[in-house]
C-alpha cells in the first residue's frame, strides 16, 4: 500500500528527472508569467483605488469630515471645538475650512470655483496642498491680500479643465473677488497640483483675510472642519470619541463624503473583478495547454507504464502532482519578479493618472485567492488531459498513435 502511494511521487520525479531541461524552463517560464499577469492587473487597479482614496484623504476631507448639525448653516464655538478634537489621541491634525461664497475674475476670464478661507498653518497639518505647489509660495496666517489657486482654475498648457479656466494665470497677478457684492483684488501667492482634478479645482485665502472682508476679527463659526487621523481603520473609534467629548454636529468618515470619486473607487473595484476572471481564464488555457503538450509527448512513456501494469489513476495522479509542483515554483518565481521587480520598478516610475500617481499593491488576501486560484486551475489542467490519454489503446499509445 506504501509503495503505491509513493509510486505517484516517483513517477512525477521521473518526469521531471528524465525530460528535457529547456522544457521545464519553459514550462515554469509560462507558469510564472501566466501568474504575474494575473496578480498585476489586480495590483495595479488595487494600486489606481488605493491612490484615488489617498488623494480624497489627503487633499480634501482628511478622514474625518464634519459639518454644520441639521438646520444649521455653521459650526459654531469654532475654536473650543478644534481644541476637543486635537485632545483626542489618534488625531494629528484639525483644520477649519469655511466656504467664501463668491466669484474669482482675471481678465476678461471669471468663474465660481470653491474657495475656502483656513488657517494655513493648520491646513498642513491635514491635506499636502502646501507640499504640492508648482509655482510662487503657501500661503502665511497673516496674508490679508493674497490667494492660492489650484492649476485646474490657474489654466495652461496640457492642463485638463483649461477651457473653464483663466487660461495661464501667473503667480503674482491679481484676481477680484467678489463677495456678497464686495469686490476684494488678491494676489496670486501661488499655484498647487496635486493631480486630483476635484482638488486642484480649488482657491484658498487665510481666514484673517475673510474675518476682514466679514468685519468680523473674532469670527467663530465655520462651515466644515477636516481631521486627520494616524490610522483610518480607526475612523468609527475617533468618530465615537469626538462625540463624547460634546461635539453633536454632522461627523462623517471620508469614504461618506467622498461622491464621485466613491462612484469611480466601485466602478474600479468593478472592472478589477471581472479581468481578475477573464486573468484566471486566461491562466487556466496557458496552464492546460503547457500540461496537455507535455503529456502528449510522454503518450509512449503512458503506455509502456499501462504495460507493466501501473494503474491509470497512478499515472494520473502523478501528473496532477507534477502540475502541482509546475505551479508551485511558477507561484514562488512569480512573486519573487513582481515584489522585487515590478513593484520597485513602479514605485519609482508609478503610472501618471489625472486622478493620482498609482503603484501597484497587492494585499494578502488578493493574492492567497489567487494562489488558490491558479493552483485548482493547475490541478484540473493536469488531471483533464491525464485522464485522457491514459483512456487511449494501451497498443496506440505505445506506438504513439
Request: hydrophobic share 45%; with cysteine.
Amino acid at each position: 500500500m506504501k509503495s503505491q502511494l509513493r509510486l505517484p511521487f516517483y513517477l512525477a520525479w521521473q518526469y521531471v528527472r528524465r525530460g528535457k531541461k529547456w522544457t521545464l524552463l519553459l514550462t515554469i517560464f509560462m507558469m510564472t508569467i501566466a501568474f504575474v499577469n494575473l496578480i498585476f492587473i489586480s495590483s495595479l487597479f488595487n494600486g489606481i483605488i488605493d491612490g484615488t482614496n489617498k488623494q480624497i484623504i489627503n487633499t480634501m476631507t482628511g478622514n474625518i469630515y464634519i459639518t454644520p448639525s441639521d438646520g444649521k448653516e455653521t459650526i459654531e464655538n469654532k475654536d473650543d471645538v478644534l481644541l476637543k478634537i486635537r485632545s483626542i489621541a489618534q488625531v494629528t491634525g484639525v483644520s477649519a475650512q469655511t466656504n467664501v461664497f463668491g466669484q474669482i475674475k482675471y481678465n476678461e476670464f471669471s468663474g465660481s470655483w470653491q474657495i475656502l478661507a483656513i488657517n494655513p498653518d493648520d491646513e498642513k497639518q491635514v491635506t499636502n496642498i502646501s507640499e504640492n505647489i508648482i509655482d510662487g509660495k503657501y500661503l502665511d496666517k497673516d496674508d490679508l491680500d493674497q490667494i492660492l489657486i489650484g492649476i485646474q482654475i490657474a489654466g495652461g498648457k496640457d492642463v485638463e479643465q483649461n477651457a473653464f479656466s483663466f487660461k495661464g494665470a501667473k503667480v503674482g497677478e491679481k484676481i477680484s473677488l467678489n463677495f456678497n457684492g464686495l469686490i476684494k483684488e488678491f494676489t496670486i501667492k501661488g499655484i498647487f497640483k496635486t493631480k486630483f482634478i476635484q482638488s486642484d479645482s480649488r482657491a484658498f485665502i487665510t481666514q484673517k483675510a475673510y474675518d476682514k472682508m466679514t468685519n468680523n476679527e473674532f469670527s467663530q463659526s465655520t462651515n466644515t472642519i477636516a481631521v486627520k487621523i494616524n490610522d483610518d481603520k480607526k475612523n468609527d473609534q475617533v468618530i465615537n470619541e469626538i462625540k463624547n467629548v460634546g461635539i453633536n454636529d454632522n461627523i462623517y468618515t471620508w469614504r461618506e463624503v467622498a461622491g464621485l470619486m466613491k462612484s469611480v473607487s466601485e466602478s474600479f473595484n468593478s472592472i478589477n473583478i471581472l479581468i481578475s476572471i477573464v486573468g484566471i481564464l486566461i491562466a487556466a488555457v496557458t496552464i492546460f495547454i503547457v500540461i496537455y503538450v507535455d503529456i502528449v509527448n510522454k503518450r509512449k512513456q503512458i503506455g509502456i507504464l499501462r504495460a507493466i501494469g501501473v494503474k491509470p489513476y497512478i499515472i494520473i495522479f502523478s501528473y496532477v502532482i507534477l502540475s502541482a509542483v509546475y505551479i508551485v515554483i511558477g507561484v514562488i518565481f512569480g512573486t519573487i519578479v513582481f515584489q522585487f521587480i515590478l513593484v520597485p520598478y513602479f514605485q519609482a516610475n508609478p503610472f501618471v493618472l489625472p486622478i493620482c500617481d498609482a503603484v501597484l499593491v497587492l494585499n494578502k488576501i488578493d493574492y492567497i485567492a489567487r494562489v488558490e486560484a491558479v493552483t485548482w486551475v493547475s490541478i484540473i489542467s493536469g488531471l483533464i488531459p491525464s485522464a485522457i490519454i491514459t483512456r487511449t489503446k494501451m497498443l496506440n499509445a505505445i506506438l504513439g498513435r
